[in-house]
């Protein structure tokens, strides 16, 4: 368990880096901002430490609000879905395919539950930051969490074939 937990620190300095250098800037008519970030809460194994997935889920957050500029945004969203995390996991993925540590993955728990899996969580997080982010709920910022919840899940399945590609 403490092998998974120094990885996943080490993978968040990359993925902060990676999102707040490059993701922060791509922005498509300020509608559309991709969120990699959250593959590290996504791929966490199910059967981790409770305290770790919320404490884990707050630092990812944290370091992005600290470059973000925002005041807990990205927090508040993360912890939310860490929150949430086992509990969609239970309900959308089967039952007898992960082992205790096993790492939630494309190639390990197949194309359909990752991406349904994913989409909620995503769909969550961002829902969540853009409501707390523009304290109103329209049109326009439902156009804004749709497409960025949809370029979000296209740019993690294809960090997660990437990956696989390199085993």
């Given amino acids: 368990m403490n092998k998974i937990m120094i990885k996943y620190f080490f993978l ?15 922005l498509f008519n300020s509608y559309i901002i991709p969120f990699l970030y959250i593959i590290l ?17 707050f630092f990812i957050g944290f370091v992005n609000d600290l470059f973000s500029s ?17 509990m969609l996991g239970k309900i959308s ?11 939630i993955s494309l190639e390990r728990i197949g194309y359909k539950s990752f991406i349904v899996f ?9 829902s969540c930051l853009f409501f707390i982010e523009h304290l109103d709920f329209n049109f326009k910022i439902f156009i804004k969490i749709i ?16 990956i696989k590609k390199q085993k």
């Fill in 12 to 26: 968040a300095i990359i993925y902060t880096l990676l999102q707040v250098l490059v993701l922060n800037e791509i």
């Fill in 93 to 103: 993925i089967p039952y007898n395919l992960l082992n205790e540590n096993d790492e």
């Fill in 70 to 86: 925002t005041i807990g945004f990205h927090s508040t969203a993360c912890v939310l879905i860490g929150f949430l995390k086992p």
């Fill in 41 to 57: 809460i996504i791929k966490l194994p199910l059967k981790i430490q409770k305290w770790f997935l919320i404490l884990f889920s």
């Fill in 147 to 162: 497409s960025s919840s949809i370029i979000s899940l296209i740019v993690i399945i294809i960090t997660e074939l990437a």
């Fill in 118 to 126: 994913s989409f909620i969580l995503i769909l969550i997080h961002s």
